[in-house]
């Protein structure tokens, strides 16, 4: 399975970007990215996916590198409400998630 | 409201005995998952089902943990003779079977505290 590596935490002042990176060097070439997050005690929220090409929808971007080996979410507006676990996954079914960034924004 | 339900949110129980949960999914998904997370870590992955066929378990699924999803609708996790380091959030996850996108809905989890 690809393994993906993540910074353990981020903090991000309010309005500011958010950019989390995430390395995936193993990556198979049909194997999506999925970005999931997950707020304290509830189950876990996805935000978006991509395969080669750059992603965006109304939570986030999601910008891969040509060579597939890494990729960054960016929370474009980060709010109070964005402080949770962001998960960066590469399988698909039966996700290995990692430890994840645990993004905090401050006011 | 729609989205995956999990029965019961919280449950304590003693070691030795025998708990199950409850997973209902988004009706029309067709895959159901199971993770289990402990504190500080991200989901494990346990089990899916695509309908009522059990397709991949992990090496965490012990022989003490049993899930089933009879009818390809909800499904159940039992847990036999817990143990302490059986504690942790049980997530439940349902996907709707696409060619390329498995997007994984989840549920809100059941807290198992096993005394």
């Known amino acids: 399975d690809a393994k993906t590596t993540q910074p353990p935490s981020m903090d991000c002042a309010e309005g500011r970007a958010a950019n989390l990176p995430c390395n995936h060097s193993?990556?198979?070439?049909?194997?999506?990215v999925y970005w999931y997050r997950q707020i304290h005690s509830q189950g876990p929220q996805y935000i978006i996916h991509?395969?080669?090409n750059n992603e965006t929808n109304e939570m986030a971007s999601l910008i891969i590198t040509e060579d597939r080996k890494s990729s960054t979410l960016i929370l474009p507006h980060a709010t109070l409400r964005d402080t949770a676990v962001y998960y960066c996954?590469?399988?698909?079914?039966?996700?290995?998630f990692g430890a994840g960034t645990r993004l905090t924004v401050k006011p | 409201d729609t989205g995956v339900s999990q029965d019961p949110r919280h449950k304590i129980t003693k070691r030795g005995q025998n708990v199950t949960f409850r997973c209902d999914p988004i009706?029309?998904?067709?895959?159901l998952y199971w993770y289990r997370q402990t504190l500080g870590q991200g989901p494990e992955f346990l089990t899916y089902?695509?309908?009522?066929?059990?397709?991949?378990k992990s090496r965490l699924l012990s022989d003490r943990f049993s899930a089933e999803r009879p009818k390809g609708s909800f499904s159940t996790l039992e847990i036999q003779r817990t143990e302490q380091g059986d504690s942790a959030m049980y997530l439940c996850?349902?996907?709707?079977?696409?060619?390329?996108?498995?997007?994984?809905?989840f549920g809100p989890g059941t807290r198992l505290t096993v005394t």
């Open positions: 996850a349902s996907s709707l079977e696409a060619s390329e996108t498995y997007e994984q809905y």
């Open positions: 193993t990556i198979s070439g049909n194997e999506y």
């Open positions: 991509g395969l080669k």
């Open positions: 996954i590469v399988r698909v079914m039966g996700m290995r």
């Open positions: 009706s029309e998904h067709n895959r």
């Open positions: 089902f695509q309908n009522e066929a059990q397709l991949e």
